[in-house]
Every structure is written in C-alpha cells, then in structure tokens.
C-alpha cells in the first residue's frame, strides 16, 4: 500500500495544508497501541468464532461449492464478542506502552485545545 506516499495524496495534503508524517516501516507496531498487544487478543478470540462457523452447518455455498460470506449482523456480533474478552488491562498496558500516560490530560492530544473539552 502506497497511496498514503503517492504524488496524489501529498498534492492533496499541499492544498488542503495538511502536514504528512509517514512512520518508517518497521515502527508502526511500536507507536500504535493496536499493534501493542490489543490486537493480538482480539484476534485470537474472533479467529475461535470465523473457525466455529467455518465447521458449523450455518455455512452457505454457491452452486460452484465456494462458502458464502457470513451476515453483516454475525460478524458484527462476534466482533463486539471478541473485544469483550479483552481484558483493561492488555488496553491499559498497550496504551502506555505506545507512551500514553494513564493520566490523560498528559496525552499529546489533551493539550490541544480544540480537543481538551472533548475529552472531559
């Protein structure tokens, strides 16, 4: 993926003044709380649901034997499912170990002001 580098996008950014900022490849799961460890556990939890549906005999196939998709409102479900069993705290320690202190009016982005009174 490279559209985010593309002439394009940065011509775009230039006329709208938005600043760019590309983290280096590599960097990405070390400044992204996600990457931390929020994303692994909820993965692990809903890659348990896709696998349950995928042997269950909820599972529709097209005339060529190709499995259909599940419904919107399934995925939906087991999405909110897995980020339940997401304990606060691999969130808490994900957060700061992306350099987010606990106390948010610490956070980069509560010291702006636009955004101060959004967050309390």
């Known amino acids: 993926m490279r ?23 590599g960097l990405t799961p ?3 709380a996600g990457d931390i460890g929020i994303y692994s556990s909820f993965k692990a939890k809903l890659s348990e649901f896709i696998n349950s549906w995928k042997l269950s005999d909820d599972v529709q196939y097209t005339r060529g034997g190709n499995p259909r998709l599940p419904s919107v409102e399934r995925v939906a479900s087991w999405v909110r499912s897995a980020w339940e069993t997401v ?3 691999v969130v808490n320690k994900s957060v700061a170990a992306a350099g987010f202190s606990s106390d948010g009016t610490q956070w980069h982005i509560a010291r702006h002001d636009s955004f101060l009174d959004a967050l309390y």
């Open 3 to 25: 559209a985010h580098i593309s002439k394009a996008t940065k011509a775009k950014c230039v006329e709208k003044k938005v600043g760019i900022c590309v983290i280096p490849g």
């Open 30 to 32: 070390y400044l992204q």
């Open 87 to 89: 304990p606060d705290s």
